[in-house]
């Protein structure tokens, strides 16, 4: 197995992926197959499922010669990959003779004055997971938002309280939380919004952690937009385009009122 990543801008993604995957589950599970990269899992309330799809031609190289599945301490990996440089291609293998160790190199075809090689060998752990299928659904609403956007405005928004509710009408997207320092709402203008649909006459008002959401939504290095499907029948979808049909999507259960 050896995948390879030259590109600036998708190390940066590769790095941002596992940012935030490891504040939803420290051990991370990847089926690596001919065609596809794929990484599902949930964090341990189950409250949130994530699953990422990486096709082959994402990656500068990816060569896979039997479907291969690793698990790993995803704090440890995210730190290693984290000491990326920009002129380093990010290098990750595994020896047929050693299957329990992930190497990790950073390389570069132009040594300058004060460049170095690093190479890390990181052990694999043992986890059981079982993979879920995922149904199509018809969502009531769907919008897309500024990356840069929602996660400056989650940011300030966790300042205030512990859940979110967001109210969703043909003329209004509103995010309102409140707690024992006061209450924040932030009223989107439809018109800011890169795109907009909900169902004709429909009002959905749901409630969520907002802690969760935040873990999702706590960079704006994934994708210039961010896109959100809600529905009164099922959990919320926020789904991230990586580019090259690659996506990361999280799935979120709504907070049940009493």
């Not at 197995?1 to 998708?10: A, N, P």
């Not at 190199?105 to 052990?123: A, C, Q, V």
């Not at 999702?216 to 959990?235: G, H, R, V």
């Not at 789904?239 to 049940?256: C, E, Q, R, T």
Request: glycine share 2%; net charge negative; charged share 25%.
């Amino acid at each position: 197995m050896k995948i390879l990543i030259s590109d600036k801008k998708k190390k940066d993604v590769f790095v941002s992926i596992f940012q935030v995957l490891k504040n939803c589950s420290s051990l991370i599970s990847i089926m690596f197959e001919p065609n596809v990269a794929h990484i599902q899992g949930m964090d341990k309330s189950h409250v949130c499922l994530f699953d990422i799809k990486l096709k082959n031609n994402w990656f500068t190289d990816y060569t896979i010669e039997n479907v291969v599945n690793i698990c790993f301490d995803s704090s440890v990996f995210h730190s290693i990959i984290s000491t990326k440089s920009d002129n380093q291609d990010l290098l990750i293998k595994m020896d047929n003779d050693n299957p329990d160790i992930l190497h990790i190199n950073f390389e570069t075809t132009e040594l300058k004055k004060g460049d170095y090689k690093k190479s890390f060998k990181m052990p694999l752990a043992e986890y059981e997971y079982e993979e879920r299928n995922i149904p199509s659904v018809d969502y009531d609403v769907e919008f897309s938002l500024s990356s840069k956007q929602i996660t400056d405005m989650f940011s300030q928004l966790t300042n205030f309280g512990s859940d979110i509710i967001i109210k969703c009408t043909e003329n209004d997207l509103s995010f309102t939380t409140n707690g024992v320092t006061g209450e924040m709402r932030a009223d989107i203008y439809i018109d800011d919004l890169t795109s907009y649909s909900i169902v004709e006459d429909e009002e959905v008002i749901l409630t969520y952690s907002l802690a969760y959401i935040n873990k999702m939504c706590i960079t704006n290095k994934l994708s210039n937009d961010i896109d959100f499907s809600l529905s009164n029948e099922c959990p919320m979808k926020i789904n991230y385009n990586l580019g090259d049909d690659s996506f990361m999507v999280f799935y979120i259960a709504p907070k049940i009122n009493d």
